[in-house]
């Protein structure tokens, strides 16, 4: 049990282009998903919290109109990664959070922006 | 906010020996300490997790150990086995909010055989 999924799983695109990332529980309920990014040979930066229903919380430094965070259902969050340009080329990482607090991590979206 | 610290960030053993990966973490509310493996281009997978209440915590070759005092705790990996290698996470959460983890900057272990 405790899966989540992640589309897609690598992505190129151009400068200036958007990008849209979904994440899914796929035999759970999460009220709550997080967003991550992790650069090479980096830790995890959490990006922000997604709650279904209601509006994403960022952590510092993320700008939100930048990166759009919808959580339309207990078992979807999606991020859009707008006017991408090459130094958001990264891993993303979602993660969800189940009933016992464990946090089940996806498995991750490589985004290159040439 | 939390900050997590982690030490060291590389550790090689011989295949047998045993690994100690240490964390400390700032803020005295956290109760939630999962530890996480994360091999090459894959996903973070939880290993061990122990909670506030708990001092220590086995599971076969992997321990966790929780000071609360001292605010640290420790990743204990007996007996390491190549397929141990790999780079480990550890983090911190409180149980207030949305359960928010904050990561520790990782430790690359390599187990040679």
């Known amino acids: 049990g405790a899966v989540v999924s992640q589309h897609p799983s690598w992505v190129i695109c151009k400068s200036g282009t958007s990008v849209k990332i979904e994440c899914r529980s796929l035999?759970?309920?999460?009220?709550?998903m997080f967003w991550y990014r992790q650069f090479p040979k980096q830790s995890l930066m959490l990006m922000a919290t997604?709650?279904?229903?209601?509006?994403?919380?960022?952590e510092q430094g993320v700008e939100k109109d930048k990166f759009l965070i919808n959580h339309a259902s207990l078992t979807l969050s999606t991020l859009t990664v707008t006017s991408a340009h090459p130094e958001d080329s990264s891993f993303y990482i979602c993660?969800?959070?189940?009933?016992?607090?464990?946090?089940?991590f996806g498995p991750g979206t490589r985004l290159l922006v040439l | 906010g939390e900050n997590v610290e982690q030490h060291p960030s590389t550790l090689s053993v011989q295949e047998g020996d045993s690994a100690v990966i240490k964390c400390t973490y700032s803020?005295?509310?956290?109760?939630?300490f999962p530890w996480y493996k994360q091999e090459l281009g894959k996903r973070p997978q939880l290993i061990i997790d122990?909670?506030?209440?708990?001092g220590e915590k086995k599971d076969q070759r992997i321990a966790v150990t929780l000071n609360k005092t001292a605010k640290h705790f420790s990743l204990h990996i007996t007996e390491t086995q190549p397929e141990d290698s790999a780079v480990y996470f550890c983090?911190?959460?409180?149980?207030?909010?949305?359960?928010?983890?904050?990561f520790g900057a990782g430790t690359r272990l390599a187990v040679h055989p």
């Open positions: 122990i909670r506030s209440n708990v």
């Open positions: 803020d005295s509310a956290s109760n939630y």
């Open positions: 997604s709650n279904e229903g209601s509006k994403a919380t960022y």
């Open positions: 035999d759970f309920q999460a009220t709550t």
């Open positions: 983090a911190a959460s409180t149980s207030g909010g949305y359960n928010k983890l904050i």
């Open positions: 993660s969800a959070r189940g009933l016992s607090g464990t946090q089940y």
